[in-house]
């Protein structure tokens, strides 16, 4: 087999919300040569419960990774060139195992799960008004169903088996990245128990100052310090591959999903942003080398730390929970469409929503709200709306979230945005594409190749081998131009927030009602009983009279 042509090849694994991927790159302009993909299954236990196994999140890595160099060696690539391999992951998805057995303890629960809804209410009954962003100047996070120490939290509450773990000093607690590293790496015959610092500042228990484990975030959320894992830098050799095909391959680069994206898209410099579109849609701007804390609904997250004694640089970042997810709702749950990819021909069939509005909040609304009361709305429907109405309602809300979330990152950093880099598997969704440059009225640009995630956890692995470098050519770009009258925009964006204010508590105003429809029960009973029952005691008193001779 002949050498590669294309230098020392780097190998990523992509393990997302939907499903898992090994893809393998060039070091010499970043070429994408081959990968293998394998569909992860959701389970969904009670309603706004979303979890999955994390026995099967491994062994599709492992399958992944030996489909992909069976790939490699059809191509006649020397799967000897891989030089190291990259993870990124889906964040804050919360694994809990057995430290001696290597068993998990309990699915994992995934990001976008709402069961939390009450803990964190509990956890807000802590702090002074109940003001969600209490802890920000010290995680950059709200008290939110999002984060992974109020799900561990959680766990430890409801979990038997998980709150004996831990008294018994066998829990291990991790993100995905964890998961991952400590069964690659040897598991329970030394596997390295580690996360990075883009991981690790998605779980609330971070000091977003310092880049370590805080004592009073851990007692706050009553997470014991000795199961968490050792943070690191975002580029360095951890370890090796401790089986498979890659045996003895170093592993060593590691990012969270969405600031894995920030690096492939070359995002190094303040003041660049990029937005990716998923199961969610997460937008990142970085602010350079000091943390901002937003004050319009935003997180403060570390953007990444290439490598150990370099300075860690942070972003902000707007979160929408139901971006990709909306379109498999509507095949899956819906059937209006057959596969994902039939959305962008659907809504096309027509040339406006008809006034139909789709808020997507099957988790509550994100940023820049953060109401986990929220609930998923379709609102203006008519006798003339048809399921391409409703399809591309729910594409416009993807682009009107996306608005939301860049009009409060330019309120907090001061510059607007004069374009926005996109990626992610929804942006070969041409019709989307052009409906996001009309909603934001600023251009959108989309890279040839959009595997950017997986490119970014690459390049980290690259560089701390010394083998990346990039061929000085211009990136081949897709650029949307928007062209909707800014008085049509303006317009159609003051309905979508009217529609935002109907999905916000929902719960809570159910409960209301209910409360409140006892009571009209109630009140309209109670003066029918009173009469009811004085005029039974009055015809009772006049029989008696009666009876008596009327003396």
């Known amino acids: 087999m002949s050498e590669s042509k294309y230098g020392p090849l780097i190998g990523a694994v992509d393990q997302g919300t939907s499903s898992t991927r090994f893809l393998v790159f060039s070091s010499k302009g970043a070429e994408l040569l081959t990968f293998h993909q394998t569909e992860i299954k959701q389970i969904f236990p009670k309603e706004g419960w979303v ?22 060696k059809s191509l006649n690539i020397n799967p000897e060139d891989i030089k190291a391999v990259g993870i990124t992951n889906q964040r804050e998805t919360t694994v809990v195992w057995d430290r001696v057995t290597g068993e998990p303890l309990h699915n994992a629960i995934v990001w976008l799960d709402a069961r939390t809804s009450s803990t964190v209410e509990q956890l807000k009954d802590k702090v002074p008004g109940r003001n969600q962003n209490y802890l ?19 766990l430890v509450d409801n979990c038997p088996q998980v709150a004996a773990a831990v008294q018994d000093g066998r829990c291990m607690f991790g993100t995905i990245d964890t998961w991952l590293m400590w069964n690659l790496t040897g598991g329970v015959n030394g596997g390295l128990h580690i996360t990075d610092v883009t ?4 779980t609330m228990l971070m000091n977003i100052n310092t880049l370590t484990w805080d004592p009073q975030l851990c007692k706050f959320f009553d ?3 000795n199961i968490l894992p050792e943070i690191r830098s975002s580029s360095e050799i951890y370890s090796y591959m401790g089986q498979g095909s890659l045996k003895g391959v170093p592993i060593s680069g590691i990012l969270g999903d969405q600031q894995a994206a920030l690096v492939g898209q070359t995002c190094f410099k303040d003041g660049q942003a990029k937005n990716t579109y998923g199961t969610g849609c997460f937008l990142l701007y970085n602010t350079g080398s000091q943390p901002v804390i937003s004050e319009h609904g935003l997180l403060t997250t570390v ?21 990709g997810a909306v379109v498999q709702w509507l095949k899956d749950n819906i059937g209006i469409i057959e596969k994902s990819a039939d959305i962008e021909k659907l809504a096309a069939s027509v040339q406006s929503t008809a006034g139909t509005y ?26 003339f709306t048809t399921k391409a109405h409703i399809a591309r309602a729910a594409l416009e809300a993807v682009c009107f979230q996306t608005k939301e979330i860049l009009d409060a990152m330019n309120q907090d950093s001061g510059i607007p945005l004069s374009s926005l880099q996109v990626d992610g598997g929804m942006t070969a969704n041409n019709l989307l594409m052009q409906l996001q440059a009309d909603i934001l009225a600023i251009p959108v640009v989309r890279p040839s190749m959009t595997e950017t995630t997986a490119l970014g956890a690459a390049m980290a692995a690259g560089m701390a081998v010394g083998v990346w470098s990039f061929d000085e050519k211009p990136i081949t770009t897709d650029t949307f ?3 909707l009258p800014l008085a049509e925009r303006d317009q159609r964006f003051a309905k979508w927030k009217q529609a935002v204010q109907r999905s916000m508590h929902w719960e809570s105003y159910a ?3 209910n409360i409140k429809d006892a009571k009209c029960i109630l009140t309209r009973t109670l003066p029918f009983g009173i009469f009811f029952f004085s005029n039974f005691v009055l015809l009772r008193l006049l029989s008696m009279w009666e009876v008596t001779g009327g003396s």
Do not use: H
């Not at 979890?51 to 990774?65: G, M, R, W, Y």
């Not at 100047?137 to 959680?154: E, M």
């Open 358 to 383: 789709f808020v997507p909040a099957f988790s509550g609304l994100y940023a820049p709200y953060w109401q986990t009361d929220a609930r998923g709305v379709i609102c203006g429907l008519t006798q």
């Open 223 to 225: 997470v014991p310090m």
């Open 51 to 72: 979890e999955e196994d994390p026995k099967e999140i491994l062994n599709s890595v492992f399958t992944c990774i030996e489909k992909t160099v069976e790939n490699l």
């Open 199 to 202: 991981n690790a500042s998605r």
């Open 481 to 483: 131009m928007p062209v």
């Open 511 to 513: 409960n209301d009602e």
């Open 303 to 323: 953007a990444y730390k290439l490598g150990k004694t370099t300075p860690a640089v942070y972003a902000l970042e707007g979160s929408v929970a139901i971006a």
């Open 136 to 154: 920000k100047t010290q995680c950059g996070l709200p008290i939110s169903t999002y984060f992974s120490a109020v799900k561990f939290k959680w």
